[in-house]
């Protein structure tokens, strides 16, 4: 048990990263000398000190380490990137014991950081809240293991199961959710690597996908223009945030502006892959779907997701654009005052 109290607390640790260490996972370290922790750190945004790293710099008595248990919800890496190696920090220092969550798929590490601090003579424990520390790094896992984005549906439906009404007198969204709900949502795009809407979405609702309503960093904008009849007057076109814009391969190469790449994919067939391997050679580690329902239905239908968030409103719109259709396992429910989140795993 007291393992699992401090994989617990790396992971909340953990969970400080979030959305700032891409292509790094968000790692978390505790460090424990006579029951007592003495040290703490998450992995710093990309370039900078890995969670252990910054775990150990926070000792203010480093002969401590010496008699000490260092807590970590990923494998220690065994590498040199941008940073030395962690396992040979842990060595250095001579940390008798260290407690790991999971291991590390990535073939540079894949139990070579165990390995190496086992050959140390170091007492390695590895499994603590395995579950819940491949959780934490899905988007981390799912990019080593499956070579594309963590991939999160997300929309919000009425009581009567419709996303949109069929017409509107303004180019706006009409909020189905409540102000709670829409924060959440914001929370999340901080979250996320990319956000991804098709061409009606944006002419819809001329919608901006950026942080508003939360602080954090601005998901790449994924955009979907197959015959280029987007305006390019359009919010998602004003060169603040990093877009890509996907485009039919049967139109002409487009120019590429201010912060504005255009990639070309085939939009008569297997959409979803394609969409999956363009974010692939961007680099991309996770990405919202936000609509509009065909492009949600597109993922559904090439079974290319690993969540589903749905909001359920209290309104309801007796007849409109009908809510996307899946199955699969209901993961977690809950109450945000008027709205009902459920979430869903592709399992």
Known sequence: ???????????????????????????????????????????????????????????????????????????????????????????????????????????LVAGKGIERLENAGINVTVGVLEAECLEHHKRFFTVQNKKRPYIILKWAQ?????????????????????????????????????????????????????VRSWSGNNPVRIVLDANCRLDKKANVFDGSVETIVLVDSRNKKQEVGSNLIFEQIDFSKNIAKQICEVLQ???????IIEGGRQTLQTFIDENLWDEARVFTGETSFESGVAAPQFSAKLSSEEKIKSDTLKIYRND
């Open 1 to 107: 048990m007291t393992n699992e109290l401090y994989i617990k607390r790396c992971l909340q640790l953990a969970k400080n990263g979030i959305g700032n260490t891409r292509p790094n996972p968000s790692v978390g370290a505790v460090i424990v000398h006579d029951n007592k922790i003495i040290g703490e750190g998450f992995t710093s945004a990309y370039g900078g000190n890995h969670a252990e790293v910054n775990a150990i710099n926070s000792v203010e008595n480093k002969e401590l380490l010496k008699q000490a248990t260092i807590y970590v919800t990923l494998e220690p890496c065994s590498h040199f990137g941008k940073t030395p190696p962690c396992a040979d920090l842990i060595v250095k220092h001579k940390i008798p014991n260290v407690v790991i969550g999971c291991v590390d798929t990535n073939s």
């Open 281 to 287: 050679k961007h680099k991309i580690q996770s990405v």
């Open 158 to 210: 009425t009581q009567d199961g419709f996303i949109a009404p069929i017409s509107k007198d303004e180019q706006k969204p009409v909020w189905i959710s409540n102000q709670y709900s829409q924060q959440l949502v914001h929370k999340w795009r901080s979250e996320e690597h990319a956000i991804l809407v098709g061409t009606n979405t944006v002419v819809a609702d001329n919608p901006k996908l950026n």
